[in-house]
């Protein structure tokens, strides 16, 4: 105990403040009950009306930050201590509080705001440690999760557990008495203020607890619905200044005081109610909201998920929401429409919308306007590579009707459209489909080869990526499937078609061909895949000349383009000659007119 201070000492009121705030240590903590006289004294000063209000100020300010520093221990387990709390200050301020609060409820410009008293409120009928306490709690969940928090109520003495119970009904009785119940339904439904509303539920969710059945029922049922109003008669600037953070917070309060029905009938309401206030976030006009509702809607489709492979010893049966449910909402909402849509969608939305498609792409459920909506968001200039990079994160949970449709609209995008990012996602999207079939390496090649084409008005730019894309695409087949496409190009080079686009492929190409060794293709004591698949750089380009003599038509070619760099320049510079006469002939005309 601190020397000097106790049960016959009685403090100065600064003295104390200071003790209890800035000059708190364990060994004040120690001494607290020696203290508690000194502040049941001051206490009754309020109640009487002699404090003064500038005391009544600082110490209502003090007794949050004071239970604050006190030890949970010292509430739950000093037997003692508990006790002259209980019957010496909780009683006057139990009081203090409920009439106060119901003035600021009233009077805005009250001396005291209304969230000081409501938070005193919530430190007499210790909501903390209750929310806690699992022999509180309803049968069902206690019986869920037993096996996980018995170590969050480990710190709560069998004492603390039986005579709470005692106090909470006396307390409870007291709070009524003083029209406290209808306080908290009053700011509920008039303060438009979450906060507020959370300190409400809060609190209402442990002294529900002492009601007999009946009315307990009927009162969690309305503070339920008077809450669902509440939220959603808020108008639009309060809406848009609400957090996330505090929307779940009064979420799991109203759970917690719902718990008095049956879990599967809690589960619902709650689920309903926090979809309904997703879809009114998502849409919304402003994004912080959007973001915030779909957060929510992914949280819905997570537990869906979880759902399917859910522990029922652990009481997981009891979810609401089901996978069939999910689906069906989306699809209602257009949840996926709205992402996409290119005139409204949004960077930071559609980055975030990978698990709702990973979802539906798992069980099938993309519908063709879910896939118009994102192709056609993917070819925006500025969300293009963010969808395409959301699409590559769900290819391979697609099915193969949705691979097909999507590689559909790849083959008929026009070459003029064609991007780098387009070809990056095309060459990404066929690495993760190709691996269960669902688009074959030919059909990739052909997109891709069609670029090249001397036909093709793509840019040079989109062809050189194209070229480089295709020696990385043929470098993961046979050497049967590479010796083909050299043939095949060597051949476009004798005929004259895609000539630089051939011999840049073929340079890529053979410069990127790799083997085990030079000697492998006679050596009869080399693993089998050396001997029969793999064939060294030098063996490839040796049979491609023989066969089709691929030095020969590198030559032609090279010859070629000499001929024809000897000749553009002439011709360009008599076309520029003829270009400058035309245009001084029309300047001569308008200067005699």
């Not at 109640?47 to 949050?64: H, S």
């Not at 589960?267 to 912080?288: G, H, M, P, T």
């Not at 957060?295 to 522990?311: C, F, N, T, W, Y």
């Not at 609401?320 to 999910?326: D, K, L, S």
Request: with cysteine; net charge negative; aromatic share 10%.
């Amino acid at each position: 105990m601190i020397s000097g201070v106790g049960d016959q000492l009685t403090m100065d009121f600064e003295t104390l403040c200071w003790v209890l705030d800035e000059g708190w240590s364990a060994e004040v903590e120690d001494g607290f009950p020696g203290i508690l006289p000194d502040l049941c004294g001051y206490v009754t000063s309020w109640a009487e009306g002699t404090l003064g209000l500038e005391r009544e100020r600082t110490l209502i300010d003090l007794l949050p930050k004071l239970f604050e520093n006190l030890n949970r221990s010292c509430l739950t387990d000093d037997r003692e201590l508990f006790m002259r709390l209980h019957t010496q200050l909780f009683p006057t301020l139990l009081r203090l509080s409920t009439v106060g609060a119901k003035e600021a409820l009233q009077n805005p410009d009250h001396i005291h705001s209304l969230e000081t008293y409501l938070s005193l409120l919530c430190l007499i009928f210790d909501v903390d440690n209750y929310h806690l306490n699992h022999a509180m709690m309803s049968p069902e969940e206690t019986k869920a999760q037993e096996e996980e928090v018995v170590g969050e109520w480990a710190y709560l003495s069998e004492f603390y557990r039986e005579i709470r119970s005692v106090f909470l009904v006396h307390d409870t009785n007291h709070f009524g008495k003083l029209g406290g119940f209808k306080l908290l339904e009053d700011v509920i439904t008039t303060s438009k203020n979450l906060v507020l509303m959370s300190y409400c539920l809060k609190l209402f969710g442990v002294v529900v607890t002492s009601l007999n059945p009946d009315l307990k029922h009927k009162m969690a049922h309305k503070f339920f619905l008077d809450t669902v109003e509440a939220l959603k008669g808020l108008d639009d600037d309060t809406f848009k200044s609400v957090s996330l953070t505090l929307v779940v917070e009064v979420i799991s309060h109203v759970k917690y005081l719902m718990r008095v029905f049956p879990i599967h009938e809690v589960n619902q309401v709650i689920d309903e109610f926090s979809l309904d206030w997703a879809l009114r976030c998502f849409k919304s006009n402003y994004i912080e909201k959007k973001l915030q509702g779909l957060m929510m809607i992914e949280s819905k489709v997570l537990s869906a998920q979880q759902q399917e492979g859910a522990d029922w010893r652990h009481g997981n049966n009891h979810q609401w929401i089901t996978p069939t449910f999910i689906i069906q909402w989306l699809k209602e909402n257009k949840i996926v429409e709205s992402l996409f849509n290119r005139k409204d969608a949004h960077e930071g939305l559609v980055k975030k919308s990978n698990i709702i498609l990973e979802f539906l792409a798992k069980k099938n459920e993309l519908t063709s306007d879910n896939i118009d909506a994102i192709w056609d968001c993917s070819q925006d200039k500025y969300l293009g590579p963010i969808t395409c990079e959301v699409l590559k994160s769900i290819a391979y949970q697609i099915h193969d009707e949705v691979a097909t449709s999507i590689w559909k609209k790849i083959r008929s995008l026009p070459t003029s459209e064609w991007t780098v990012a387009t070809i990056h996602f095309v060459y990404d999207f066929y690495t993760q489909v190709s691996i269960h079939n669902k688009v074959t390496f030919e059909q990739c090649w052909r997109v891709l080869d069609n670029l090249i084409d001397d036909d093709s008005d793509a840019s040079t730019q989109i062809i050189d990526e194209a070229v480089a894309k295709m020696s990385l695409l043929i470098s993961d087949t046979s050497c049967e499937q590479r010796l083909a496409a050299f043939k095949m190009y060597i051949n476009r080079i004798k005929d004259d078609k895609d000539v630089v686009q051939a011999v840049t492929f073929l340079y890529k190409a053979i410069k990127e061909f790799t083997c085990s060794s030079d000697d492998n293709d006679d050596d009869d004591e080399a693993p089998f895949y050396s001997r029969n698949i793999v064939m060294s750089r030098e063996r490839m380009v040796s049979r491609l000349d023989q066969e089709n003599e691929l030095v020969l038509g590198l030559v032609y070619a090279i010859w070629y383009y000499k001929e024809e760099v000897g000749v553009r320049p002439l011709k360009l510079l008599e076309r520029w000659k003829n270009k400058e006469s035309d245009e001084k002939k029309k300047r001569d005309g308008k200067k005699k007119g």
